[in-house]
Protein backbone atom coordinates (compact mmCIF):
# COMPACT_ATOMS: atom_id res chain seq x y z
CA UNK A 1 0.00 0.00 0.00
CA UNK A 2 1.22 3.56 -0.95
CA UNK A 3 2.46 5.71 1.81
CA UNK A 4 1.33 9.27 2.06
CA UNK A 5 2.76 12.41 2.76
CA UNK A 6 1.40 14.75 5.14
CA UNK A 7 2.50 18.51 5.78
CA UNK A 8 1.76 19.91 8.76
CA UNK A 9 2.29 23.48 9.19
CA UNK A 10 1.88 24.96 13.02
CA UNK A 11 3.76 27.43 14.91
CA UNK A 12 2.65 26.16 18.06
CA UNK A 13 4.27 23.16 19.55
CA UNK A 14 1.35 21.58 21.94
CA UNK A 15 -0.89 21.29 19.18
CA UNK A 16 2.03 20.71 16.85
CA UNK A 17 2.66 17.28 18.91
CA UNK A 18 -0.90 15.94 18.92
CA UNK A 19 -1.68 16.41 15.17
CA UNK A 20 2.20 14.73 14.66
CA UNK A 21 0.28 11.98 16.25
CA UNK A 22 -3.25 11.99 14.58
CA UNK A 23 -1.56 11.88 11.36
CA UNK A 24 0.91 9.02 12.60
CA UNK A 25 -1.78 7.09 13.82
CA UNK A 26 -4.05 7.56 10.56
CA UNK A 27 -0.97 5.78 8.17
CA UNK A 28 0.66 9.31 6.86
CA UNK A 29 4.65 10.01 6.80
CA UNK A 30 4.28 13.36 8.41
CA UNK A 31 6.78 16.38 8.08
CA UNK A 32 6.33 19.17 9.86
CA UNK A 33 7.41 23.12 10.16
CA UNK A 34 6.72 26.42 11.50
CA UNK A 35 7.30 29.01 9.30
CA UNK A 36 5.75 29.97 5.88
CA UNK A 37 9.73 29.99 4.28
CA UNK A 38 10.50 26.52 5.44
CA UNK A 39 7.38 25.18 4.40
CA UNK A 40 7.54 27.18 0.71
CA UNK A 41 10.96 25.16 0.20
CA UNK A 42 9.04 21.90 1.11
CA UNK A 43 6.85 22.47 -0.78
CA UNK A 44 8.93 23.20 -4.02
CA UNK A 45 11.03 19.96 -3.36
CA UNK A 46 8.47 17.70 -2.50
CA UNK A 47 5.30 16.30 -3.49
CA UNK A 48 2.72 16.03 -0.03
CA UNK A 49 -0.51 14.28 -0.70
CA UNK A 50 -2.10 16.26 1.95
CA UNK A 51 -1.00 20.02 3.91
CA UNK A 52 -2.69 21.08 7.13
CA UNK A 53 -1.62 24.86 7.52
CA UNK A 54 -2.53 27.05 10.08
CA UNK A 55 -3.87 30.94 9.20
CA UNK A 56 -2.17 32.08 12.14
CA UNK A 57 1.22 31.73 10.72
CA UNK A 58 1.57 34.87 9.49
CA UNK A 59 -0.63 37.48 7.82
CA UNK A 60 -1.82 36.24 3.54
CA UNK A 61 1.18 34.36 3.58
CA UNK A 62 -0.75 30.57 4.17
CA UNK A 63 -2.54 31.99 1.08
CA UNK A 64 0.24 32.02 -0.70
CA UNK A 65 1.57 28.72 0.84
CA UNK A 66 -1.71 26.50 -0.38
CA UNK A 67 -1.79 28.51 -4.64
CA UNK A 68 2.21 27.50 -4.88
CA UNK A 69 1.41 23.71 -3.41
CA UNK A 70 -1.49 24.00 -5.88
CA UNK A 71 0.77 24.79 -8.54
CA UNK A 72 3.36 21.89 -7.66
CA UNK A 73 0.68 19.50 -7.40
CA UNK A 74 -3.04 20.54 -8.16
CA UNK A 75 -4.11 16.75 -6.55
CA UNK A 76 -2.59 17.85 -3.22
CA UNK A 77 -5.26 18.29 -0.63
CA UNK A 78 -4.74 21.49 1.51
CA UNK A 79 -6.75 21.67 5.09
CA UNK A 80 -7.02 25.03 6.00
CA UNK A 81 -6.71 25.53 10.47
CA UNK A 82 -8.34 28.95 11.88
CA UNK A 83 -10.00 30.02 14.57
CA UNK A 84 -14.04 32.04 14.17
CA UNK A 85 -12.51 35.27 13.24
CA UNK A 86 -10.28 33.97 10.47
CA UNK A 87 -13.58 32.26 8.38
CA UNK A 88 -13.75 34.41 5.89
CA UNK A 89 -9.82 34.02 4.97
CA UNK A 90 -10.75 30.46 5.49
CA UNK A 91 -14.02 30.93 2.52
CA UNK A 92 -11.61 32.44 0.23
CA UNK A 93 -9.21 29.91 0.78
CA UNK A 94 -11.71 26.93 0.15
CA UNK A 95 -12.61 29.36 -3.21
CA UNK A 96 -8.95 28.87 -4.19
CA UNK A 97 -8.86 25.29 -3.89
CA UNK A 98 -8.28 24.36 -0.43
CA UNK A 99 -9.94 20.96 0.75
CA UNK A 100 -11.48 21.80 4.14
CA UNK A 101 -11.08 24.05 6.82
CA UNK A 102 -11.38 23.29 10.62
CA UNK A 103 -11.71 25.59 13.23
CA UNK A 104 -9.99 25.85 16.69
CA UNK A 105 -9.77 24.67 19.51
CA UNK A 106 -9.16 21.38 17.76
CA UNK A 107 -11.68 18.28 18.21
CA UNK A 108 -8.99 15.61 17.73
CA UNK A 109 -11.19 13.16 17.30
CA UNK A 110 -12.76 14.82 14.21
CA UNK A 111 -9.54 15.80 12.88
CA UNK A 112 -8.97 11.93 13.03
CA UNK A 113 -12.02 10.80 11.24
CA UNK A 114 -11.24 13.76 8.55
CA UNK A 115 -7.78 12.71 7.96
CA UNK A 116 -8.85 8.96 7.08
CA UNK A 117 -11.76 10.48 4.70
CA UNK A 118 -8.98 12.14 2.91
CA UNK A 119 -6.03 8.92 3.36
CA UNK A 120 -8.80 7.04 1.50
CA UNK A 121 -9.72 9.92 -1.25
CA UNK A 122 -5.99 10.06 -2.08
CA UNK A 123 -5.18 6.17 -2.04
CA UNK A 124 -8.54 5.71 -4.31
CA UNK A 125 -7.14 8.74 -6.47
CA UNK A 126 -3.87 6.84 -6.69
CA UNK A 127 -5.39 3.67 -7.69
CA UNK A 128 -7.47 5.27 -10.25
CA UNK A 129 -4.88 6.93 -11.68
CA UNK A 130 -3.25 3.38 -12.02
CA UNK A 131 -5.95 1.51 -13.57
CA UNK A 132 -6.28 4.43 -15.87
CA UNK A 133 -3.51 3.50 -16.84
CA UNK A 134 -3.79 0.38 -17.15
CA UNK A 135 -7.02 0.61 -20.07
CA UNK A 136 -4.74 3.20 -21.98
CA UNK A 137 -2.46 -0.19 -22.65
CA UNK A 138 0.22 1.41 -20.56
CA UNK A 139 0.71 -0.94 -17.88
CA UNK A 140 -0.13 -4.75 -17.21
CA UNK A 141 -3.36 -5.82 -15.31
CA UNK A 142 -4.38 -4.32 -12.15
CA UNK A 143 -6.67 -5.64 -9.59
CA UNK A 144 -9.46 -2.70 -8.72
CA UNK A 145 -10.15 -3.35 -5.05
CA UNK A 146 -8.78 -1.98 -1.99
CA UNK A 147 -10.81 -4.20 0.66
CA UNK A 148 -8.49 -6.71 2.54
CA UNK A 149 -9.89 -9.86 0.99
CA UNK A 150 -9.34 -8.75 -2.20
CA UNK A 151 -5.80 -7.39 -1.01
CA UNK A 152 -4.99 -11.17 -0.04
CA UNK A 153 -5.84 -12.75 -3.06
CA UNK A 154 -3.53 -9.81 -4.84
CA UNK A 155 -0.71 -10.17 -2.71
CA UNK A 156 -1.19 -14.44 -2.73
CA UNK A 157 -1.11 -14.12 -6.80
CA UNK A 158 1.99 -12.24 -6.54
CA UNK A 159 3.45 -14.81 -4.55
CA UNK A 160 2.48 -17.94 -7.07
CA UNK A 161 2.12 -16.35 -10.18
CA UNK A 162 6.15 -16.50 -10.93
CA UNK A 163 6.33 -20.26 -10.03
CA UNK A 164 5.70 -23.20 -13.03
CA UNK A 165 3.00 -25.13 -10.93
CA UNK A 166 -0.56 -25.37 -12.38
CA UNK A 167 -2.78 -23.07 -10.14
CA UNK A 168 -6.81 -23.75 -9.70
CA UNK A 169 -8.99 -20.61 -9.68
CA UNK A 170 -12.55 -21.15 -8.07
CA UNK A 171 -15.00 -18.25 -7.41
CA UNK A 172 -18.97 -17.56 -8.59
CA UNK A 173 -19.82 -16.65 -12.04
CA UNK A 174 -18.71 -13.21 -12.89
CA UNK A 175 -15.89 -12.79 -10.58
CA UNK A 176 -13.80 -12.49 -13.27
CA UNK A 177 -11.94 -15.63 -13.33
CA UNK A 178 -10.41 -14.97 -16.56
CA UNK A 179 -9.12 -11.60 -15.67
CA UNK A 180 -6.92 -13.27 -12.59
CA UNK A 181 -6.00 -15.95 -15.34
CA UNK A 182 -4.30 -13.26 -17.31
CA UNK A 183 -3.05 -11.34 -14.22
CA UNK A 184 -1.08 -14.51 -13.35
CA UNK A 185 0.40 -15.05 -17.36
CA UNK A 186 1.51 -10.94 -16.89
CA UNK A 187 3.44 -11.77 -13.46
CA UNK A 188 4.86 -15.34 -14.48
CA UNK A 189 8.01 -16.31 -16.73
CA UNK A 190 5.83 -16.81 -19.36
CA UNK A 191 4.56 -13.19 -19.94
CA UNK A 192 6.40 -12.34 -23.10
CA UNK A 193 4.87 -15.79 -24.69
CA UNK A 194 0.83 -16.10 -25.19
CA UNK A 195 -2.04 -15.99 -23.44
CA UNK A 196 -4.93 -18.66 -24.47
CA UNK A 197 -8.49 -18.99 -22.73
CA UNK A 198 -10.80 -22.12 -24.01
CA UNK A 199 -14.25 -22.38 -22.31
CA UNK A 200 -14.27 -26.49 -21.68
CA UNK A 201 -18.39 -25.96 -21.44
CA UNK A 202 -18.29 -25.05 -24.86
CA UNK A 203 -18.30 -27.96 -26.81
CA UNK A 204 -19.48 -31.14 -27.55
CA UNK A 205 -17.18 -33.81 -26.31
CA UNK A 206 -15.61 -34.65 -29.95
CA UNK A 207 -15.09 -31.42 -30.77
CA UNK A 208 -12.99 -30.12 -27.24
CA UNK A 209 -10.73 -33.11 -27.86
CA UNK A 210 -9.98 -31.44 -31.53
CA UNK A 211 -9.85 -27.74 -29.72
CA UNK A 212 -7.27 -28.84 -27.08
CA UNK A 213 -5.27 -31.93 -28.56
CA UNK A 214 -5.40 -31.36 -32.45
CA UNK A 215 -5.72 -34.35 -34.95
CA UNK A 216 -4.09 -35.17 -37.97
CA UNK A 217 -4.80 -35.19 -41.86
CA UNK A 218 -7.75 -37.63 -42.31
CA UNK A 219 -8.34 -38.00 -38.77
CA UNK A 220 -11.80 -38.02 -39.26
CA UNK A 221 -13.91 -37.23 -43.00
CA UNK A 222 -13.41 -33.83 -43.80
CA UNK A 223 -9.96 -33.74 -41.76
CA UNK A 224 -8.34 -32.54 -44.88
CA UNK A 225 -4.90 -30.92 -43.15
CA UNK A 226 -3.45 -31.36 -39.68
CA UNK A 227 -4.89 -29.07 -37.21
CA UNK A 228 -2.87 -28.29 -33.80
CA UNK A 229 -5.06 -28.02 -30.95
CA UNK A 230 -4.65 -25.33 -28.18
CA UNK A 231 -1.90 -27.18 -26.24
CA UNK A 232 0.55 -27.20 -29.40
CA UNK A 233 -0.90 -23.67 -30.16
CA UNK A 234 0.14 -21.67 -26.33
CA UNK A 235 3.50 -23.53 -27.02
CA UNK A 236 5.59 -22.21 -23.86
CA UNK A 237 2.81 -19.74 -23.01
CA UNK A 238 0.00 -20.10 -20.45
CA UNK A 239 -3.58 -21.68 -21.47
CA UNK A 240 -6.67 -21.53 -19.23
CA UNK A 241 -9.17 -24.20 -18.99
CA UNK A 242 -11.96 -22.68 -17.69
CA UNK A 243 -15.28 -24.40 -16.33
CA UNK A 244 -12.93 -27.38 -16.22
CA UNK A 245 -16.10 -28.69 -14.10
CA UNK A 246 -18.10 -29.31 -17.57
CA UNK A 247 -14.98 -31.23 -19.49
CA UNK A 248 -16.44 -35.07 -20.23
CA UNK A 249 -14.33 -37.72 -18.64
CA UNK A 250 -12.60 -38.73 -21.71
CA UNK A 251 -11.01 -35.30 -22.12
CA UNK A 252 -10.15 -35.44 -18.40
CA UNK A 253 -7.91 -38.52 -18.99
CA UNK A 254 -6.18 -37.29 -21.87
CA UNK A 255 -5.76 -33.98 -20.00
CA UNK A 256 -4.19 -35.77 -17.20
CA UNK A 257 -1.64 -37.27 -19.27
CA UNK A 258 -0.55 -34.05 -20.89
CA UNK A 259 -0.37 -32.94 -16.81
CA UNK A 260 1.81 -35.49 -16.26
CA UNK A 261 3.89 -36.27 -19.11
CA UNK A 262 4.09 -33.00 -21.28
CA UNK A 263 3.05 -35.01 -23.86
CA UNK A 264 -0.12 -35.10 -26.08
CA UNK A 265 -1.21 -37.45 -28.97
CA UNK A 266 -3.12 -35.74 -31.70
CA UNK A 267 -6.84 -37.12 -32.41
CA UNK A 268 -6.17 -39.99 -35.29
CA UNK A 269 -1.90 -40.06 -34.23
CA UNK A 270 0.31 -42.38 -33.85
CA UNK A 271 3.15 -40.56 -31.89
CA UNK A 272 3.55 -38.27 -28.96
CA UNK A 273 4.16 -34.51 -29.13
CA UNK A 274 5.69 -32.72 -26.52
CA UNK A 275 4.34 -29.45 -25.33
CA UNK A 276 5.71 -27.21 -22.72
CA UNK A 277 2.43 -25.20 -21.72
CA UNK A 278 1.69 -23.82 -17.92
CA UNK A 279 -2.06 -24.71 -17.17
CA UNK A 280 -4.44 -22.77 -14.81
CA UNK A 281 -7.89 -24.08 -14.61
CA UNK A 282 -11.11 -22.48 -13.20
CA UNK A 283 -14.45 -23.22 -11.98
CA UNK A 284 -17.61 -22.27 -10.34
CA UNK A 285 -18.53 -25.13 -8.83
CA UNK A 286 -17.13 -27.24 -6.49
CA UNK A 287 -14.49 -29.63 -7.77
CA UNK A 288 -14.87 -32.00 -4.24
CA UNK A 289 -18.59 -32.07 -5.20
CA UNK A 290 -17.98 -33.51 -8.43
CA UNK A 291 -15.69 -36.39 -7.47
CA UNK A 292 -17.94 -37.47 -4.96
CA UNK A 293 -20.87 -37.54 -7.85
CA UNK A 294 -18.53 -38.94 -10.02
CA UNK A 295 -18.41 -36.84 -13.18
CA UNK A 296 -14.98 -35.55 -12.47
CA UNK A 297 -11.75 -37.68 -11.55
CA UNK A 298 -10.34 -37.12 -8.37
CA UNK A 299 -6.44 -37.85 -9.71
CA UNK A 300 -7.08 -35.17 -12.24
CA UNK A 301 -8.39 -32.84 -9.47
CA UNK A 302 -4.96 -33.96 -7.57
CA UNK A 303 -2.51 -32.79 -10.12
CA UNK A 304 -4.60 -29.07 -10.77
CA UNK A 305 -4.86 -28.73 -7.16
CA UNK A 306 -1.59 -27.63 -6.66
CA UNK A 307 -2.33 -23.87 -5.61
CA UNK A 308 -5.47 -22.94 -5.25
CA UNK A 309 -6.92 -19.52 -5.49
CA UNK A 310 -10.01 -18.44 -4.64
CA UNK A 311 -12.09 -15.57 -6.27
CA UNK A 312 -14.37 -13.63 -3.72
CA UNK A 313 -17.77 -13.13 -4.63
CA UNK A 314 -18.24 -8.94 -5.10
CA UNK A 315 -20.92 -9.29 -2.42
CA UNK A 316 -18.18 -9.84 0.30
CA UNK A 317 -15.88 -7.24 -1.38
CA UNK A 318 -18.31 -4.26 -0.20
CA UNK A 319 -15.43 -1.68 -0.20
CA UNK A 320 -14.82 -1.89 -3.34
CA UNK A 321 -17.76 -1.12 -5.18
CA UNK A 322 -17.61 2.98 -5.35
CA UNK A 323 -13.65 2.54 -7.06
CA UNK A 324 -15.50 -0.09 -9.25
CA UNK A 325 -18.10 2.52 -10.06
CA UNK A 326 -15.77 5.46 -10.18
CA UNK A 327 -13.13 3.42 -12.52
CA UNK A 328 -15.83 2.17 -14.99
CA UNK A 329 -17.35 5.13 -15.02
CA UNK A 330 -14.65 6.67 -16.53
CA UNK A 331 -14.30 4.60 -19.10
CA UNK A 332 -17.55 4.07 -20.67
CA UNK A 333 -17.90 8.14 -20.20
CA UNK A 334 -15.36 8.06 -22.67
CA UNK A 335 -16.82 5.13 -24.96
CA UNK A 336 -20.34 7.09 -25.22
CA UNK A 337 -18.54 10.61 -25.53
CA UNK A 338 -20.52 11.23 -21.67
CA UNK A 339 -19.31 13.83 -19.46
CA UNK A 340 -20.49 11.56 -16.06
CA UNK A 341 -17.97 12.88 -13.13
CA UNK A 342 -20.15 10.63 -9.97
CA UNK A 343 -22.78 8.75 -8.69
CA UNK A 344 -25.37 10.38 -6.21
CA UNK A 345 -25.06 9.41 -2.61
CA UNK A 346 -28.64 8.00 -2.81
CA UNK A 347 -27.60 5.94 -6.00
CA UNK A 348 -24.42 4.72 -4.46
CA UNK A 349 -26.18 3.43 -1.23
CA UNK A 350 -28.22 1.19 -3.13
CA UNK A 351 -25.51 -0.12 -5.54
CA UNK A 352 -23.44 -1.18 -2.09
CA UNK A 353 -26.62 -2.45 -0.77
CA UNK A 354 -27.68 -5.12 -3.72
CA UNK A 355 -25.73 -8.69 -3.65
CA UNK A 356 -24.54 -8.85 -6.88
CA UNK A 357 -25.73 -12.51 -8.35
CA UNK A 358 -23.50 -11.64 -11.64
CA UNK A 359 -20.46 -10.17 -9.20
CA UNK A 360 -18.61 -7.49 -11.05
CA UNK A 361 -19.87 -8.62 -14.81
CA UNK A 362 -23.32 -7.70 -13.40
CA UNK A 363 -21.82 -3.99 -11.70
CA UNK A 364 -19.78 -3.37 -14.96
CA UNK A 365 -22.91 -3.98 -17.41
CA UNK A 366 -24.83 -1.63 -14.37
CA UNK A 367 -22.68 0.93 -14.51
CA UNK A 368 -22.51 0.91 -18.42
CA UNK A 369 -26.66 1.27 -18.90
CA UNK A 370 -26.51 3.83 -16.55
CA UNK A 371 -23.59 6.28 -18.10
CA UNK A 372 -26.02 5.50 -21.46
CA UNK A 373 -28.83 6.47 -19.94
CA UNK A 374 -27.74 9.64 -17.88
CA UNK A 375 -28.53 13.01 -18.68
CA UNK A 376 -26.88 15.14 -16.65
CA UNK A 377 -23.08 14.22 -14.95
CA UNK A 378 -24.16 12.36 -12.20
CA UNK A 379 -25.54 8.79 -12.05
CA UNK A 380 -28.90 9.08 -10.13
CA UNK A 381 -31.28 6.30 -8.46
CA UNK A 382 -33.71 6.75 -12.02
CA UNK A 383 -30.79 5.21 -14.12
CA UNK A 384 -30.57 2.01 -11.81
CA UNK A 385 -32.19 -1.64 -12.92
CA UNK A 386 -35.58 -1.89 -11.63
CA UNK A 387 -34.27 -5.21 -9.89
CA UNK A 388 -31.86 -3.93 -8.05
CA UNK A 389 -33.95 -0.63 -6.86
CA UNK A 390 -36.73 -3.38 -5.57
CA UNK A 391 -34.29 -5.51 -3.93
CA UNK A 392 -32.68 -1.68 -2.23
CA UNK A 393 -36.56 -1.65 -1.05
CA UNK A 394 -36.91 -5.13 0.59
CA UNK A 395 -33.82 -4.74 2.36
CA UNK A 396 -35.31 -1.51 3.66
CA UNK A 397 -38.38 -3.14 4.87
CA UNK A 398 -36.67 -5.51 6.26
CA UNK A 399 -34.26 -3.82 8.54
CA UNK A 400 -37.61 -1.68 9.52
CA UNK A 401 -39.30 -4.42 10.77
CA UNK A 402 -36.06 -5.83 12.97
CA UNK A 403 -35.36 -3.08 15.80
CA UNK A 404 -32.97 -3.75 19.22
CA UNK A 405 -33.95 -4.94 22.20
CA UNK A 406 -33.96 -1.50 23.58
CA UNK A 407 -36.52 -0.04 20.91
CA UNK A 408 -38.99 -2.91 21.44
CA UNK A 409 -39.52 -2.54 25.36
CA UNK A 410 -39.51 0.80 24.78
CA UNK A 411 -42.33 0.04 22.41
CA UNK A 412 -44.03 -2.61 24.52
CA UNK A 413 -44.32 -0.27 27.72
CA UNK A 414 -45.72 2.27 25.74
CA UNK A 415 -48.49 0.00 23.97
CA UNK A 416 -48.85 -0.86 27.55
CA UNK A 417 -49.53 2.35 28.75
CA UNK A 418 -51.77 3.08 25.97
CA UNK A 419 -54.39 0.18 27.08
CA UNK A 420 -54.17 1.14 30.89
CA UNK A 421 -55.22 4.75 29.17
CA UNK A 422 -52.03 6.27 31.14
CA UNK A 423 -52.30 4.91 34.38
CA UNK A 424 -48.98 3.83 35.91
CA UNK A 425 -49.65 1.24 38.30
CA UNK A 426 -51.94 -0.44 35.47
CA UNK A 427 -49.29 -0.46 33.25
CA UNK A 428 -46.99 -2.18 35.48
CA UNK A 429 -49.56 -4.99 36.42
CA UNK A 430 -49.79 -5.62 32.42
CA UNK A 431 -46.10 -5.57 32.39
CA UNK A 432 -45.40 -7.48 35.26
CA UNK A 433 -42.71 -5.42 37.03
CA UNK A 434 -43.47 -3.21 40.06
CA UNK A 435 -44.24 0.64 39.76
CA UNK A 436 -41.05 1.83 40.71
CA UNK A 437 -39.66 -0.20 38.17
CA UNK A 438 -41.47 1.34 35.28
CA UNK A 439 -41.42 4.54 36.75
CA UNK A 440 -37.26 4.08 36.25
CA UNK A 441 -37.74 2.85 32.82
CA UNK A 442 -39.69 5.83 31.94
CA UNK A 443 -37.16 8.25 33.01
Not at 227 to 252: K, R, V, W, Y
Not at 275 to 289: F, G, K, Q, T, W
Not at 335 to 341: F, G, M, P, R, S
Request: charged letters at 25%.
Amino acid sequence: MAVLKLLILEDETEPLDRLVGVGTSVGFAVTVCSALEEASKLIEQNSFDVIMSDLHTGGRGELQVLKLAKTRNTNTMVIIITDSASVERAVEAVGMGAYRYITKPYRFDELKTLLQQVREQCLMRAELTELRGMVEGNRKSTIIGKSPIIQDVKEYIQKVAPLECTILLEGETGVGKEFFARLIHENSKRADKGFFAINCGSFAEELLSNELFGHEKDAYTGADSRHLGFFETAANGTLLLDEISEMPLTSQVKLLRVLQEGTLMRVGGTAEVKVDVRVIAASNRNLEEQVEAGTFRKDLLYRLNIIRVAIPPLRDRVDDISLFCNFFIGKFSAKYNKAIEAVSDEAMNVLCNYDYPGNVRELINTIERAVILADTNCIELKQLPKHILHSSRQLEQSRDTICTLAEMERRHILRALEAADGNKTQAAKILGIDRITLWRKLK
